[in-house]
């Protein structure tokens, strides 16, 4: 019975993607510690972000999207595996190592006939564990493999599948993640191996997974040099009054902008945008760390909380949809988060759907088919003591067993409790924190 309701399932989505081209390419870039208000089209009025802001105005821009947790690592489990941190191994950033039977979003989409890359960060298994990405999935990977290690943006090597090689003129200090000879900077080698990448597949169907380190801080060059946000230079902030890590950060949000451009015009160049469906967010909230103060930019928006917090400055982030003619351009309040990419990817992919998934594809609101597309009842995330369950506009925050109830229909901020005066809501709230327990 189950199998003929998803297949009727599918059925009713096929009139769906009548206007999206078969086995589309498909590219997933996920920032590292972009706040909701860090992107001019979210608000951002003093750190530049011209290209992606001119993709938010020529594509889909998501207000209600949501990371798959607080912290980098169990936010990177959740989107490939399309489950939210109830039914992860993991909800924090202890170590973790995916299983070798693990259905990804990468090895789905490979066994539908895609090539599949990864470029950036990974975390989830080193060389010789079933978790490394070769291992799941990816047909190629370049960058970090250890999450510690790509805090330092001057690393003596990075990862190309399973060997180390060097990069050009960096020098360890002795110290974990302290450079002293800084020369080659790791996240223009990212930027150079995606666009790479794309050439060598612009004739085939591929899936690119490019999840950059910037504009997370080095925590220990942080503590060490008093700034961890590395850069080659300042740029066009240079002459700032401001702090060197704020300058830091800025810089490395534009950056990450001009190179996010770099990545649109190749698929032009190639005449492959068409076919292309680029996503672009951010793995949590901003952080405040290496010198980089939250309030300095207003990285947080008007959202309550930072990094490490589920409150939904701590969750709520950035997310661009850019198809040209396919995604019609807009705004979208569509409730989402990571868990769903995996079934959405999946669908447009035309890739095997996994049971026991807790993600729901957004594909119909990408094709703005939104009569057709499937709801969210609520949304989990479990982190250290606390709990957070947004259930349509209410948000419940739960620190050890006490419960905090937000309208965020009138309290986007999350500053006043009404617990008190909506009780059953808060025990609806409470009944889906113990039932994920």
């Keep these: 019975m189950k199998k003929i309701i998803s297949f009727v399932f599918f059925l009713s989505l096929f009139g769906s993607l009548h206007s999206a081209p078969s086995k589309p390419n498909i590219i997933y870039i996920v920032s590292d510690d972009l706040g909701y208000g860090d992107l001019g089209s979210y608000g951002q009025k003093q750190v530049k972000t011209p290209r992606l802001d001119r993709m938010a105005k020529e594509g889909l821009r998501f207000t209600d999207h949501y990371a798959g947790h607080t912290v980098c690592r169990p936010a990177r489990l959740v989107f490939l595996t399309g489950k939210h941190t109830g039914h992860t191994a993991i909800a924090g950033n202890n170590m973790h190592v995916l299983p070798k039977e693990t259905k990804t979003v990468t090895s789905l989409l490979k066994d539908a006939g895609y090539v599949t890359g990864g470029v950036g960060k990974w975390a989830l298994g080193d060389v010789g564990t079933s978790g490394h990405p070769n291992n799941q999935g990816f047909d190629f990977f370049y960058g970090y493999l250890d999450q510690g290690a790509a805090h330092d943006y001057y690393p003596e090597f990075l990862f190309r599948n399973d060997k180390a090689e060097r ?66 230079d300042h740029g066009i902030y240079k002459d700032k009054d401001w702090p060197d890590p704020e300058k830091g950060f800025a810089a490395m949000v534009t950056l990450m902008d001009t190179d996010t451009g770099k990545i649109l015009d190749l698929l032009k160049k190639f005449g492959i945008a068409e076919n292309t469906l680029v996503v672009f967010t951010s793995d949590n909230g901003p952080h405040q760390e290496g010198g980089h103060k939250v309030d300095f930019f207003d990285s947080n928006g008007k959202l309550k909380g930072h990094k490490r917090s589920l409150h939904d400055g701590g969750i709520r982030v950035p997310m661009i949809a850019w198809w040209p003619k396919t995604i019609k351009p807009g705004v979208s309040n569509h409730a989402s988060a990571f868990w769903d990419w995996l079934p959405t990817a999946c669908e447009l992919g035309g890739a095997e759907m996994p049971e026991g998934i807790d993600g729901i594809s957004f594909a119909p609101t990408l094709l703005g088919n939104t009569n057709k597309q499937v709801r969210h009842d609520y949304l989990f995330w479990r982190w250290s003591r606390f709990r957070a369950v947004r259930m349509n506009d209410w948000k419940g925050v739960q620190t050890d067993k006490t419960l905090a109830l937000y309208d965020l229909s009138k309290d986007i901020g999350e500053e006043t409790d009404v617990a008190s005066e909506n009780p059953k809501i808060a025990n609806r709230i409470r009944k889906i924190i113990a039932e994920l327990e």
Excluded at 169 to 181: A, I, L, P, Q, T
Excluded at 185 to 199: D, P, S
């Design 167 to 232: 990069l050009p003129g960096n020098v360890n200090s002795g110290k974990r993640n302290v450079s002293s000879k800084k020369v080659t900077y790791a996240h223009t080698r990212i930027t150079e191996e995606a666009l790479a990448f794309i050439e060598r597949n612009k004739d085939k169907p591929f899936y690119l997974n490019l999840t950059w380190t910037i504009p997370h801080t080095n925590n220990e060059a942080g503590r060490v040099e008093k700034n961890g946000q590395e850069v080659p």
